[in-house]
């Protein structure tokens, strides 16, 4: 049960969010905060809702409740290229697929938008999106291509399964050569007009964590071996390979991937993204 009183700080689950949140501890700020660690829709409706006042959410999630949060500066899970955990498999090369029948998990709206943007736009392709559980073989049973993300894409990734494999991160390169960003740091308004300083406290120990976490990736490699198997060498590239800041080039592939979600009707209004600063507010620049 969760404290009125207390600070409530939102965890993303996402192996790829791990180099920022390893050294936070709640425990060490100077007022009484707890974390929550949970699925994405849960942890998104207590952001939209202000019962989780900060964290982690995907960057679909931040789009549709965006008139009631703000991104805090400089944090990010973002690729300027390959992702390595996004990936499309298909038995064909993704500019053939055409009309044909893609499998897609309903754990993540980003990625399956940015494939709903992709192939309209840069393929030119209509397929048909049927939900499956994320299963490589199953959904290919019931599909053309079928989209895996995170630990199971990885998994997947590690052995020849004898498909096209295409990464999203390096198709959206490719086609707007911008980089793109899967999730971001947000605080919901009415936490960062009550708490300021206790805001302002935690970016900061997001921000410390983060850099600790990158110049020390061993920890976090293992924790990753142990969980989800693989080499410590293939976790400290995929971490690498990884951004985790949110300047003006992750903003830009950011608001463009927003545009297009309007623009196909997958977002019911556009993003105007705000930045929290601990003084004033800083609209993104369009």
């Given at each position: 049960?969760?404290?009125?009183?207390?600070?409530?700080?939102?965890?993303?689950?996402?192996?790829?969010?791990?180099?920022?949140?390893?050294?936070?501890?709640?425990?060490?700020?100077?007022?009484?905060?707890?974390?929550v660690?949970?699925?994405?829709?849960?942890?998104?409706?207590?952001?939209?809702?202000?019962?989780?006042?900060?964290?982690?959410?995907?960057?679909?999630?931040?789009?549709?409740?965006?008139?009631?949060?703000?991104?805090?500066?400089?944090?990010?899970?973002?690729?300027?290229?390959p992702?390595?955990?996004?990936?499309?498999?298909?038995?064909?090369?993704?500019?053939?697929?055409?009309?044909?029948?893609?499998?897609?998990?309903?754990?993540?709206?980003?990625?399956?938008?940015?494939?709903?943007?992709l192939?309209?736009?840069?393929?030119?392709?209509?397929?048909?999106?049927?939900?499956?559980?994320?299963?490589?073989?199953?959904?290919?049973?019931?599909?053309?291509?079928?989209?895996?993300?995170?630990?199971?894409?990885?998994?997947?990734s590690?052995?020849?399964?004898?498909?096209?494999?295409?990464?999203?991160?390096?198709?959206?390169?490719?086609?707007?050569?911008?980089?793109?960003?899967?999730?971001?740091?947000?605080?919901?308004?009415?936490?960062?007009?009550?708490?300021?300083?206790?805001?302002?406290?935690?970016?900061?120990?997001?921000?410390?964590?983060?850099?600790?976490?990158?110049?020390?990736?061993?920890?976090?490699?293992?924790?990753?071996?142990?969980?989800?198997?693989?080499t410590?060498?293939?976790?400290?590239?995929?971490?690498?390979?990884?951004?985790?800041?949110?300047?003006?080039?992750?903003?830009?592939?950011?608001?463009?991937?927003?545009?297009?979600?309007?623009?196909?009707?997958?977002?019911?209004?556009e993003?105007?993204?705000?930045?929290?600063?601990?003084?004033?507010?800083?609209r993104?620049?369009?």
């Amino acid at each position: 049960m969760i404290h009125p009183e207390h600070t409530v700080i939102g965890k993303i689950s996402y192996t790829n969010s791990w180099p920022v949140f390893h050294n936070f501890h709640p425990s060490s700020l100077s007022f009484p905060a707890e974390m929550v660690s949970e699925v994405p829709a849960i942890l998104n409706q207590g952001m939209a809702a202000g019962s989780i006042h900060v964290g982690a959410l995907s960057s679909f999630a931040y789009a549709a409740a965006s008139d009631r949060l703000l991104l805090l500066p400089d944090l990010s899970v973002s690729a300027d290229g390959p992702v390595k955990s996004i990936l499309l498999f298909s038995r064909m090369p993704v500019q053939s697929i055409g009309s044909g029948r893609i499998a897609v998990t309903n754990t993540s709206a980003t990625s399956v938008n940015l494939l709903k943007i992709l192939m309209d736009k840069a393929v030119g392709a209509s397929p048909e999106y049927i939900t499956a559980p994320p299963d490589l073989n199953e959904m290919m049973e019931q599909a053309d291509a079928c989209l895996l993300i995170g630990d199971h894409a990885i998994r997947v990734s590690w052995q020849d399964q004898g498909y096209y494999v295409t990464d999203l991160g390096q198709l959206w390169k490719e086609w707007t050569g911008l980089s793109m960003t899967f999730a971001v740091w947000a605080v919901n308004r009415g936490a960062a007009s009550h708490k300021p300083e206790a805001i302002a406290e935690i970016a900061e120990a997001f921000a410390v964590s983060k850099r600790r976490g990158l110049r020390d990736l061993a920890p976090i490699t293992h924790e990753a071996c142990c969980t989800i198997g693989g080499t410590a060498a293939y976790w400290n590239d995929y971490f690498r390979n990884l951004c985790y800041d949110f300047g003006e080039r992750q903003q830009e592939g950011l608001n463009l991937y927003f545009r297009y979600a309007y623009e196909l009707g997958l977002l019911p209004q556009e993003v105007k993204m705000e930045l929290w600063s601990h003084n004033l507010l800083t609209r993104v620049k369009e």
